[in-house]
């Protein structure tokens, strides 16, 4: 039976001595593989598991829910968020009205990074959306992650270094294997028809988009939220609001 990786999350009533060597002994007598294990938020312990056996985990969780100094919090097959979670040592802040919003901050940029360059390395058509303020690290993002999933990357629009809008892309650059990073207000405010020709082009691509300021896109465009598979939020620190009013004007101006 081929070998199959699962999450396994509990929390810390009493962190007793020995109570981490007691699980990791009982998991290696049913010979599940421990392949990492990392503190996540404060009292919550996750591991990373392999098993070629479905049924030795069922077992694990009903003799580990008998143990009164942990709850078992989570023991299913890993999602990217529970990846992430034992590699950095903390859970990535996601809307709980709205699924595919993720929040992150500055000081987070690593595990953004991360999840993004986990996000790209995805085959096929996916859209992202990431919201945030001029100079909080968007776009270094974007290019990091690509670095991370060893994609090449296509500015379609940008302001990194001064505005820019393609109308048209080489054959390399329309490689649906790369990253697409696009531009929201300037592909809308200040776009002309063939720019907006090769927007609608690459938009029916079956590859990755990431598109900044995804709320003017929206708006300024025939696109619709339900065309973005996940929505980034990034900002100088928790409180900070994302707002467009501040900014948005100085697209419109010619440098």
């Not at 009493?14 to 049913?30: H, Q, T, V």
Request: charged share 30%; glycine share 8%.
């Amino acid at each position: 039976m081929e070998s199959k990786q699962w999450y396994m999350e509990y929390k810390i009533h009493k962190n007793r001595p020995g109570l981490l060597g007691d699980i990791a002994s009982m998991l290696g007598m049913m010979e599940v593989n421990i392949l990492t294990i990392n503190g996540v938020e404060g009292q919550t312990r996750g591991m990373l598991l392999e098993t070629d056996d479905e049924e030795k985990i069922t077992l694990m969780g009903k003799m580990l829910n008998k143990v009164e100094n942990i709850t078992v919090t989570a023991l299913r097959p890993p999602k990217l968020v529970d990846r992430l979670a034992v590699r950095h040592g903390r859970y990535i802040d996601r809307d709980s009205d709205d699924h595919k919003t993720f929040r992150f901050t500055r000081d987070e940029l690593g595990l953004l990074v991360d999840f993004l360059g986990e996000v790209f390395k995805r085959e096929g058509n996916q859209v992202i959306g990431l919201r945030g303020m001029p100079r909080v690290g968007k776009t270094e993002s974007i290019i990091a992650g690509s670095v991370c999933a060893m994609k090449r990357w296509t500015f379609v629009s940008s302001t990194l270094l001064r505005q820019t809008i393609r109308s048209q892309l080489s054959e390399d650059e329309m490689n649906p294997t790369n990253v697409f990073i696009i531009d929201g207000i300037v592909s809308t405010i200040r776009s002309n028809e063939k720019h907006y020709q090769l927007l609608q082009d690459i938009m029916s691509m079956e590859s990755t988009k990431v598109i900044e300021h995804p709320d003017i896109f929206v708006r300024e465009s025939e696109y619709s939220y339900d065309d973005f598979d996940i929505l980034i939020e990034l900002r100088n620190n928790p409180g900070e609001e994302i707002v467009y009013d501040t900014f948005t004007g100085s697209y419109s101006d010619d440098l």
